[in-house]
């Protein structure tokens, strides 16, 4: 079991920057898979960036404009947007894995509550 404490959402003009943080209660050395998904309105849940296994990947959509990075001392991890535009409106959730399987799915998946993040122009 792990529980995932996001915070950093918010509205913001179009060309803005926020920063959404999730902290973790289980240490980031036992998790192998955490990042950032959002859902917009009416739409699926996509992946926004990740950490696995070590390595940053991005959604092309934000790639360039989107960072995510680690503070293991503190089991956080970071969601750097910048440029942001109306297209990223959407409730940003933080995911956190481990146990993989040979399906490619994880033994143990949990997720967030949620952040709004809301852009207007």
């Known amino acids: 079991q792990v529980q995932l404490v996001e915070s950093g959402g918010g509205s913001v003009q179009t060309g803005g920057s926020l920063r959404l943080s999730c902290t973790s209660s289980?240490?980031?050395?036992?998790?192998?898979?955490m990042g950032w998904y959002r859902q917009a309105s009416g739409k699926e849940r996509e992946m926004v960036a990740v950490?696995?296994?070590?390595?940053?990947y991005y959604a092309d959509s934000v790639k360039g404009r989107f960072a995510i990075s680690r503070d293991t001392a503190n089991d956080t991890v970071y969601l750097q947007m910048n440029r942001l535009n109306v297209e990223d409106t959407a409730v940003y959730y933080c995911?956190?894995?481990?146990?993989?399987?040979?399906?490619?799915?994880?033994?143990?998946?949990?997720w967030g509550q949620g952040t709004q993040v809301t852009v207007f122009s």
């Open positions: 950490i696995a296994r070590g390595r940053p």
């Open positions: 289980r240490r980031l050395s036992s998790i192998d898979l």
């Open positions: 995911n956190a894995a481990w146990g993989l399987l040979t399906t490619g799915q994880y033994l143990n998946d949990f």
